[in-house]
């Protein structure tokens, strides 16, 4: 099986930098995604690693270290709207399933 | 179009009722999923549909019962529900099922009560 834990929440405040963590416990192991989801919305899709390292993508990149079964995302130059819930994904290779973790809800203050 | 769309958008029912939800992709994903979210809790997977077939079973209860009628439509039939079974449900499409093929678009979902 698998689990993918993740800090319950976070605070920061406008303009600052914030990292969300994601460390996993996989029979198998794919990649990492990481979902953004507003209240009341439905998740999207952020970024993803397949290999290890940093992904950038605008203000968000994301982290992936294999050998340390462990990945982080990373917000940069935070804006009221980033406030929301943040989830990293992971496929098992051997069932073929998908697990989202437990969820990291940022808070960003004025 | 580079949505999912997901009907009815609420839907109240009680334990004896019979209902359906759908979805709708016209991407040319070819893997398409059911999600249960309980509130401040993550998506769960519930089934997976590789190219209109059934792949991945999360041992759902078999009053879930998905269907996949073919590549862009989606329905879960509903069939004597338990109050607990109240909850956001997501459908998701992908244009793959592996590696970065996997990323996931997901409809609004369906804000499902059972009385």
């Known amino acids: 099986g698998q689990s993918l834990e993740q800090p319950s929440e976070v605070t920061a405040v406008e303009g600052a930098i914030v990292q969300i963590n994601c460390t996993y416990q996989t029979s198998g192991f794919y990649g990492l995604s990481w979902y953004q989801q507003h209240d009341g919305g439905a998740p999207t899709f952020l970024s993803y690693?397949?290999?290890?390292g940093l992904e950038e993508t605008g203000r968000f990149s994301s982290f992936l270290s294999r050998s340390d079964s462990y990945g982080y995302l990373l917000l940069q130059e935070l804006q009221m709207k980033d406030s929301a819930s943040y989830f990293c994904e992971s496929r098992d290779t051997g069932r073929r399933a998908l697990t989202f973790g437990s969820g990291t809800r940022l808070q960003v203050q004025p | 179009d580079t949505e999912v769309t997901q009907t009815p958008k609420h839907l109240v029912m009680g334990m004896t009722n019979k209902k359906s939800l759908k979805c709708e992709q016209h991407m040319g994903h070819r893997a398409m999923y059911w999600y249960k979210q309980k509130a401040k809790k993550p998506p769960e997977l519930m089934f997976v549909y590789s190219y209109e077939k059934l792949s991945i079973n999360e041992s759902v209860p078999s009053r879930f019962s998905p269907e996949c009628p073919n590549s862009s439509l989606l329905n879960l039939h509903l069939h004597a529900l338990q109050p607990e079974d109240s909850a956001l449900y997501l459908c998701a499409s992908s244009p793959g099922t592996s590696g970065p093929y996997n990323e996931q678009f997901f409809g609004p979902g369906t804000r499902l009560t059972v009385l």
């Open positions: 690693n397949g290999l290890d």
